[in-house]
């Protein structure tokens, strides 16, 4: 299955991928994870996307369809995958629909994830992150045991670059203008399915797993 996870910034994208990942035995990929992991690790990719991203833009689609291209081609997406925040664009997906046509696949699923922008705002200004694992918190919806500190490894919490208000707003706007015309695209291909993003996370899973009947 080729599960795709639309939705504005901060609707649990990320939040559902992750838990749908580990209980269908499929891989989670997120491009903007992978972006952050190249920063991280300080390579020529992460080089030119860092300040891209940390004023909330877009990468360029050449360079995000390579980056998916080469994860997709990895033996592990033999029994599908999950893609969360990526196809963002109508070209991404033009691309997305032309790489997976010459692997004998094609998307069979996706979820547009649909919430109000003043709960996104929240969401997105009471995330935490762990900058060693990765894992994500909210400070009174899904908050670490210890405060400020990841359940996982114990590492200090920090805010993503791009939460900055003034960012998310950016964000937002390449939302609405790019990556919103992709609900239409889809629909008209009958692949997509709305959910209601707004509820606590076990009801958007559970939503989730009654649609796909898996
Ligand atoms: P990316 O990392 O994909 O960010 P995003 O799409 O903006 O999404 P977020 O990670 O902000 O939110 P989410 O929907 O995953 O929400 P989450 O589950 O964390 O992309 C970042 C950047 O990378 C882009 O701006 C761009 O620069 C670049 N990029 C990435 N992909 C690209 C592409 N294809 N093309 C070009 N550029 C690309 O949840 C948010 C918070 O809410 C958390 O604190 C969570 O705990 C909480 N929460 C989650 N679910 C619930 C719930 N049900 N109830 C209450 N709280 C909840």
Do not use: W
Not at 3 to 10: H, S, V
């Amino acid at each position: 299955m080729i599960l795709i996870l639309l939705g504005p910034p901060g609707a649990g994208k990320g939040t559902q991928a992750k838990l749908l990942a580990s209980q269908y035995g499929i891989p989670h990929i997120s491009t903007g994870d992978m972006f952050r992991d190249h920063i991280a690790r300080g390579t020529d990719l992460g080089q030119r996307v860092q300040e891209l991203m940390a004023g909330g833009n877009l990468v360029p689609d050449e360079i995000t369809n390579g980056m998916v291209k080469d994860r997709l081609g990895r033996t592990d997406v033999g029994p599908g995958c999950i893609l969360d925040g990526y196809p963002r664009t109508v070209p991404q997906a033009e691309y997305l629909d032309r790489l997976l046509r010459s692997m004998g696949r094609a998307v069979n699923r996706v979820l547009s994830y649909v919430i109000a922008e003043e709960a996104v705002v929240e969401r997105i200004s009471g995330r935490r992150s762990c900058p060693q694992c990765g894992a994500v918190f909210h400070i009174t919806q899904s908050p670490p045991r210890v405060p400020d500190r990841c359940d996982r490894d114990g590492a200090v919490l920090v805010q993503r670059p791009d939460d900055a208000s003034e960012k998310v707003r950016t964000r937002l706007n390449e939302y609405h203008a790019k990556t919103e015309p992709l609900v239409r695209y889809y629909r008209e291909r009958g692949v997509l399915a709305d959910i209601a993003a707004l509820a606590p996370q076990d009801e958007v899973l559970a939503a989730t797993r009654r649609l796909l009947g898996r």
